[in-house]
């Protein structure tokens, strides 16, 4: 699917639909926390960004692997690999460099935060016994990212002042980001008359509740509410970022399409 | 002409499955850290039903492969190794007698998970102690939430003074 498909009208479009929205926002979360493999600020922290990208890549992979069986596709290396940029359809947020350890800190933050609240609503909604399967595994991971970044995000903002100036230049640059993550577009609201997604403005005030006390409590400026805020993204209208990473993640298998791990 | 194959019944090949170790964790098996959910014997065919541990766990595609060996191995000629997501893997379901292994090898066992309504309270409360598998001693410290593996963390015991790992709840 790209910008210029329909919006899916029936259950399985809408289930495909949402497999690959939620896995896309993952697989690119995932490789951008990959690039921090060996760049860690302290082995703990390489290790344990590591192991979120790691958990992240894999939960997009269970989720296309899932899209694959109902498309037809052969795997999930399909969506992953022989895609371009204007079928993603991930938001922007993820899709943004990895920065600084503040910046990357803070995007797991508000990102964990969402996917908290979102997966918590979508396993009380979704039938789909597969998919509700991967929602309740996934959810006990994202539980980790989010008690780990959110540590972090108070350790930063409350540090010194070097940390402290860092976080809030992060903030000022990704709040624009987080409107995307709860636009409700044709695609989602098909999806939510089939009963696959939820109304994500129902969880609104609470992921705010939380973010905002993190922020508040990390001594950070809470963000302006009416700001600008960037939008496009889940309809393929991508930042030039995600052009290059994909030029990157994808080139290995596109350019030796039959290569294999021996 | 038909391959030979020989028949084996579902208790027999549960027992296979009992020499599949997890390449990470080697002093357990994949029965009783409750990975393999299911063993359905169609005729003559085979189905495997598996559960991966956690999503980004590399082991898993290990795992699936050393079943083939053992089963290949065994002259099973039919069969197949499904992966099903209907009921997320939890830590609950890892044997007592798996535990004290993991515990015996320095690796702290998970405990009950906890109710995960739980999770925004305690998100901002204090952290559960994990007693050092080596000296009892509750006295220990979490280092980080992420270890050696996607599926432990690190822990110091400030009594024996050694770092350990623990496998995480969930």
Redesign the interface.
């Known amino acids: 699917m790209s910008t210029f498909d329909k919006i899916p009208e029936s259950y399985e479009e809408s289930l495909t639909e949402i497999l690959l929205r939620l896995a896309d926002d993952r697989l690119i979360h995932g490789h951008r926390l990959s690039e921090w493999a060996g760049h860690g600020p302290e082995l703990?922290?390489d290790?344990?960004l590591a192991?979120?990208?790691?958990?992240?890549?894999?939960?997009s992979?269970?989720l296309y692997r899932y899209a694959a069986e109902l498309e037809d596709k052969k795997d999930e290396d399909h969506y992953a690999y022989f895609r371009d940029d204007i079928d993603f359809k991930n938001v922007a947020m993820v899709e943004l460099p990895k920065g600084d350890f503040a910046f990357t800190i803070l995007r797991q933050f508000l990102f964990s935060a969402y996917s908290y609240y979102l997966y918590k609503e979508l396993i009380a909604t979704v039938k789909d016994?597969?998919?509700?399967?991967?929602l309740?595994?996934?959810?006990?991971?994202i539980?980790?990212h989010?008690?780990?970044s959110?540590e972090w995000v108070l350790r930063l903002g409350d540090g010194n002042e070097e940390s402290h100036l860092r976080i809030r230049e992060a903030l000022q640059e990704l709040w624009m980001y987080t409107g995307e993550l709860f636009e409700m577009d044709g695609t989602f609201k098909a999806a939510l008359s089939h009963g696959l997604f939820v109304d994500t403005t129902s969880f609104k005030t609470d992921w705010e509740k939380?973010v905002f006390e993190t922020l508040d409590e990390a001594t950070l400026n809470l963000p302006e509410k009416d700001q600008y805020m960037f939008s496009g993204a889940r309809d393929g209208r991508h930042t030039e970022h995600l052009g290059n990473l994909l030029a990157q993640m994808q080139f290995l298998r596109r350019s030796y399409p039959d290569a294999e791990w021996k | 002409m038909k391959p030979v194959t020989t028949f084996y019944t579902k208790d027999q090949i549960w027992s296979i499955l009992e020499e599949v170790t997890d390449p990470e964790i080697p002093v357990l098996n994949i029965v009783e850290m409750g990975i393999v959910r299911d063993i359905i014997i169609d005729h003559e065919k085979v189905t495997v039903q598996i559960t991966?541990t956690?999503?980004?766990?590399?082991a898993m595609n290990a795992i699936e492969n050393e079943i083939h060996k053992k089963l290949n191995e065994r002259k099973i000629s039919e069969f197949q190794v499904k992966t099903?997501?209907?009921?997320?893997?939890?830590t609950d379901w890892m044997t007592g007698h798996a535990k004290k292994k993991l515990k015996d090898y320095g690796i702290a066992p998970p405990d009950k998970t906890e109710n995960?309504d739980d999770?925004?309270t305690n998100?901002k409360g204090s952290q559960k102690i994990v007693p050092c598998p080596y000296c009892d001693s509750m006295d220990t410290n979490l280092?980080?939430?992420?270890?050696?593996t996607?599926c432990k963390s690190?822990y110091y015991c400030n009594n024996c003074d050694q770092p350990f790992e623990h496998f995480?709840c969930?």
């Open positions: 703990e922290e290790l344990a192991n979120v990208a790691l958990d992240m890549i894999g939960h992979s269970a016994e597969q998919l509700n399967g991967m309740r595994k996934h959810f006990k991971e539980q980790y989010l008690r780990h959110r939380l | 991966p956690y999503s980004g766990c590399p099903d997501y209907s009921e997320s893997w939890t995960s999770f925004l998100l280092e980080s939430e992420f270890g050696s996607a690190q995480k969930i």
